[in-house]
């Protein structure tokens, strides 16, 4: 019997165990989500004495409201398992609140309760079969699942006159092709990277192409409540029968690393929600406890968390508003944010003058905008948007919301500019400072 050489068995051990053979082919060269990385590098640069203005990383700059927070104190010994789809009283809590802020029908079994909608979406892309559908721009994270998961990903073109949003010509064009294959379509509004929204006739326009060509909506509304006006209207009042709502607790109750994510489904998609129940039972098992039975205070909403919501979108709508016109005065292109914190900016009518530098993509633009300037922002391309295109996403969320909750009035309009500057100073700061380095 032939024996292998030691050298030849060590040979076949490296080759067996090298990163590049080991890796599945679709994780190889995936790097980790440019919102977390720019947040650790940004940290990082602080630790070393930089002054940086963090506007990479959509954190929500508000507390947690005491009235949620108390809840989870309560609640805090809880310790058992909760059922995979989650507790039941929370998914009544859900259903109860998308009737009572959307006007739609939703049932308490209805609801799927994971650990951040994000997983919920991963596991959502695992158990259908369809190709991925999404604007460009849109949030960092989509695109990679469906890699991860081995789905085709259409990306659809959108423009900034637009509010970088969706136009209902270019989804059906895309339909058209291939009419009866199987899609999952994401619409983010008010929008990740951008801050826009869609009007309600678009919506309605979107939801008629989708209830033609039977495709599944997964409505992203994480950012819902942060409409600027308090005025989001969901495209599942349009196209109910194939609409998925997401939501959760990360940005408008602050709540970001408490990771608590809620999908909510139509009756007919129950054979989905089960699937990804099933899934969820085999990997998560089910979502913090003590986080349900606190939700359920958050969903369940009240005065208290109605004033918080008022004061939230009134410094969030004046500090985008302020960051987009400081902008367009130095040539800027930026459409006015609608809901959220984010600009999505296009830097293109500055190109030449950006070449002088050395500057002919947005990574090298966001690249040398820390370097210079301290301020931390990510550029189009990790959005879905060519290396070219001089954009980059900013989350104008760089100071202490709960002094700026404290100090604004409930019941009078604060003078805009001079509470700007002295309860969101960084952020304001931070686009001075884009200004002042593009007029260099």
């Not at 130095?330 to 609608?338: F, G, K, M, S, W």
């Amino acid at each position: 019997m032939r024996t292998m050489s030691r050298k030849s068995s060590s040979r076949s051990s490296q080759q067996r165990y090298h990163p590049d053979v080991s890796l599945n082919l679709n994780v190889r060269g995936l790097g980790q989500s440019a919102t977390l990385a720019i947040n650790q590098r940004s940290a990082e640069l602080r630790r070393q004495g930089r002054h940086i203005y963090k506007l990479g990383l959509g954190q929500s700059p508000f507390p947690v409201p005491d009235v949620v927070v108390e809840a989870l104190r309560k609640h805090a010994p809880e310790k058992d398992y909760l059922p995979p789809s989650g507790l039941m009283e929370l998914r009544q809590a859900v259903a109860d609140y998308h009737s009572r802020q959307q006007g739609i029908e939703v049932r308490g079994e209805d609801a799927l309760i994971g650990p951040g909608s994000k997983e919920l979406m991963f596991i959502l892309q695992l158990v259908y079969y369809g190709d991925l559908v999404i604007p460009s721009p849109s949030w960092v994270s989509y695109a990679p699942q469906a890699r991860i998961i081995g789905r085709r990903i259409h990306w659809l073109p959108t423009e900034l006159g637009d509010d970088w949003g969706v136009q209902p010509e270019v989804i059906e064009k895309l339909f058209r092709e291939d009419p009866e294959r199987p899609r999952l379509v994401i619409l983010n509004y008010p929008g990740n990277p951008s801050g826009g929204s869609y009007p309600i006739e678009r919506l309605k326009a979107l939801a008629d192409l989708a209830r033609k060509y039977r495709v599944i909506l997964l409505s992203d509304e994480i950012y819902g409540e942060l409409n600027h006006r308090g005025q989001h209207v969901s495209i599942a009042r349009f196209y109910p029968e194939g609409t998925i709502i997401s939501a959760g607790l990360s940005k408008w109750c602050g709540a970001g690393g408490w990771r608590l994510g809620t999908f909510t489904f139509p009756p007919s998609l129950s054979w989905l929600r089960e699937a990804m129940a099933a899934v969820a039972s085999e990997t998560y098992t089910s979502t913090s406890t003590p986080i349900q039975y606190a939700a359920v205070r958050a969903f369940k909403g009240g005065d208290e968390i109605d004033l918080f919501l008022a004061k939230s979108r009134r410094i969030l709508g004046a500090l985008g508003r302020s960051f987009a016109q400081q902008l367009r005065q130095a040539e800027v292109r930026v459409p006015e944010p609608r809901g959220g914190f984010y600009l999505f900016p296009d830097f293109g009518a500055l190109r030449e003058q950006l070449a002088g530098r050395g500057i002919a993509t947005s990574k090298e633009l966001a690249e040398r905008l820390l370097e210079e300037t301290g301020v931390a922002a990510l550029p189009g391309s990790d959005f879905g948007r060519p290396q070219e295109e001089l954009t980059l996403r900013l989350a104008y969320v760089d100071f202490d919301g709960a002094a700026a909750l404290k100090a604004l009035p409930d019941d009078r309009p604060a003078r805009e500019t001079e509470f700007l500057q002295t309860y969101c100073a960084n952020t304001c700061a931070a686009a001075q400072a884009i200004v002042d380095w593009l007029n260099t």
